[in-house]
Every structure is written in C-alpha cells, then in structure tokens.
C-alpha cells in the first residue's frame, strides 16, 4: 500500500524566511496530493493540492511543486509570519480512495 | 454549506469500558473517513465508508469498528477500551465518487481520555 514520508518533524525559521517541507510516496499510482495545516486546537484545513498533471502550483506565499518520475512533492512557505506557525501534513490519495498521511511537520516561525 | 460536525467534543472512559463516536458530513458528501492522531504518530487511518458499507480499512485491531447510515452520518466504537486508545479522534468527509482525487474535510475532532 502507499507509504507516505515527510521531512523534517521540526522546521523553525525567522519571520520573513522560507520555509520548505519534503515528502515522498511509493505508490506510483497516486496523483493527487493535497497539504493540511493544523493549528494548535483545531481541526486540518487543507491549505493547497496538486494533481499529477502539474508540476507546480502557487497561492500567494504558498505553493507546491511536484516531481512524478522522482515521487517527490514539496510545500514552500516564502515570507513566513508567525501566523504560519503550525503542523503542517502531506498526503497521497492511494489511487483509489484512501488517504496517506505523512507524520506531519511543526513549524515555527520567530518573530 | 455546513462543516463536518462530531459529538461528542470531548469524553472521560475507563479501561474496558466502550464508546462510540459521531460524525455528521458536509451535505451530499459520501464518504466518511476516520482517524486517529495522537502527539507522535500523526494521523493513522482507520477506515473510510461510502454507502453504507466499509471500503477501506487500516491497520487497527477489530475493537476498532464502524458503521455509517443512509444519511451518511457515521458512527466509530470502540470497545474494551484501553489506556492506549487515549487519543483525538477526527472523521474527515469527501465526495468519495471520483477515484484519486478526493478531497477530505475534517470535524473537529472527539478528544477520548482513558483512565
């Protein structure tokens, strides 16, 4: 079944720094990955997805790139601010209808 | 349209005791899915339902059970309840009727704390 991984557990950086966090799957028959970050408290909220057809997606600070052939993914934080401070997850829909999670990433963003 | 809504927000069992858990989808969503996070194992997937009926299962023993109804509300149990299984327990709703593209959409959780 689909394994998903997710580096680093730990990011912390200076407000107005990036931020980049990495995540891999194996099943090759994957091609939607969405991002979810969750506040201390409060529920996941997706905040940015990609399907396999697209390399790269931007909103405004946020964007994610993706690398098939590599199964490779990635979410970049550009100009970060204490507000993004947060757990942030991967995930890979296994083809079908299962969701994998990565174990997540805090943030922490430095005034 | 509404959000995916759980009760109860929080319970206190003890060990061997059972519980079960709700959670109501966002309108005209199928599939409910539900999971288990605690502080260093993220969130583990315990089963999804579309119809009525289990469509995926994770890894979880069989105390761990479900079910979900025609409206698609579904119910978690949980039963002989260890210290272990104290845990936040989220469901998460999507469409469930396009295959590899389904987006979820969590509840806020039921907190379970076993003594």
């Known amino acids: 079944g689909e394994n998903v991984e997710q580096h680093p557990s730990t990011l912390s950086v200076q407000e107005g720094d990036s931020a980049v966090i990495k995540c891999t799957y194996s099943?090759?028959?994957?091609?939607?990955f969405p991002w979810y970050k969750q506040e201390l408290g409060k529920r996941p909220q997706l905040i940015i997805d990609i399907r396999s057809n697209v390399g790269e997606k931007k909103d405004q600070r946020i964007a994610v790139t993706l690398n098939k052939t590599a199964k490779h993914f990635s979410l970049h934080i550009t100009e970060t601010q204490p507000e993004d401070s947060a757990v942030y997850f991967c995930a890979a829909i296994d083809g079908g209808f299962k969701t994998i999670f990565g174990a997540g990433t805090r943030l922490f963003v430095k005034a | 349209k509404a959000g995916v809504t759980q009760t109860p927000r929080y319970l206190i069992k003890t060990r061997g005791q059972q519980v079960t858990l709700s959670c109501s989808p966002i309108?005209?969503?199928?599939?409910v899915s539900w999971y288990q996070q605690t502080p260093g194992q993220g969130l583990q997937f315990l089963f999804e339902?579309?119809?009525?009926?289990?469509?995926n299962k994770g890894n979880f023993p069989g105390r761990f059970s479900g079910r979900q109804f025609s409206n698609s509300r579904s119910e978690m149990n949980v039963s002989t309840l260890e210290l272990g299984d104290s845990a936040l327990y989220l469901c998460?709703?999507?469409?469930?009727?396009?295959?590899?593209?389904?987006?979820?959409?969590f509840g806020p959780g039921t907190r379970l704390t076993v003594l």
């Open positions: 099943d090759s028959a994957s091609n939607y």
């Open positions: 998460a709703s999507s469409p469930g009727v396009v295959a590899g593209e389904d987006t979820q959409y």
């Open positions: 339902y579309f119809s009525e009926t289990q469509r």
């Open positions: 309108s005209g969503h199928r599939s």
